[in-house]
């Protein structure tokens, strides 16, 4: 999933802008909104979308997952709700340097031990 970087930074940009930027038609943006809870762009005062860098970042996480890694609808949406299941801080391995592995196995050998000496 590569970014994108607008010719203007802005804060907010409207359904026409992001339908440029990536690609993709506007009701097909509309569409994505009715089957991704993650996508809810905020509508200003006229009742138009205003997306973020964040709300483009999950559309282009979206296309990538159903155009070119060929997910369902559904088994997108399951990538994208275990993906911010997975933000929220975890013992993730893959996220531990290796000292802090090295603690975490000295931790559960010392448990491990303290399990055998009540069992016994």
Known sequence: MSKINPKVKKL???IGEVS?????????????ETEFNQLKPPKNRA???TYRQKDIEIILNIK???????FTIDG????????QGS??????SSLLNQNQK?????VKN???DILKIINN
Do not use: C, F, H
């Open 110 to 112: 010392s448990l491990q």
């Open 64 to 70: 990538d997952l159903l155009y070119t890694k060929k």
């Open 87 to 92: 933000e929220s801080p975890s013992l993730n």
């Open 20 to 32: 440029d930027m990536t690609d993709l038609k506007s009701y097909v943006l509309r569409y994505w």
């Open 12 to 14: 907010y940009y409207s």
């Open 76 to 83: 997108a949406r399951n990538v994208i709700q275990s993906k």
């Open 47 to 49: 009742g138009n979308r």
């Open 102 to 106: 090295l603690i975490l196995k000295k």
